[in-house]
């Protein structure tokens, strides 16, 4: 399986922005859907982002307006640019492939939204 490292996760104040990163190895990546998904404590993973290969997105209702993902094919990188958080979107967020079992899971990154 190829590795995902997430990163860019931190506290911030409601209303407040993150810009979260996830970078595989190898070149596969752009050929892949991947997907941003998040778990709180003592709930489930839920996809809340993805992106196709050719750029196409759709996301949850519960952050559509607010959250943005993209992708740098070069650098086998997707984003997502969190605005306006709340703070029900505290979690540990991850990266993988919603149709695929060829990524592994990293270990996240933790979003906290917080006064």
């Known amino acids: 399986q190829v590795p995902l490292v997430e990163s860019g996760g931190g506290l911030v104040q409601p209303g407040g922005s993150l810009r979260l990163s996830c970078e595989a190895s190898?070149?596969?990546?752009?050929?892949?859907?991947m997907g941003w998904y998040r778990q709180a404590p003592g709930k489930q993973r839920d996809l809340v982002a993805s992106?196709?290969?050719?750029?196409?997105?759709n996301y949850a209702d519960s952050v559509k307006g607010r959250f943005t993902i993209s992708r740098d094919n070069a650098k086998n990188t997707v984003y997502l640019q969190m605005d306006s958080l709340k703070s029900e979107d505290t979690a540990v967020y991850y990266c993988?492939?919603?149709?695929?079992?060829?990524?592994?899971w990293g270990q996240g990154t933790q979003v906290t939204v917080s006064s």
């Open positions: 992106i196709t290969s050719g750029g196409s997105t």
């Open positions: 993988n492939a919603p149709s695929s079992s060829r990524f592994k």
């Open positions: 190898g070149s596969i990546f752009k050929f892949y859907t």
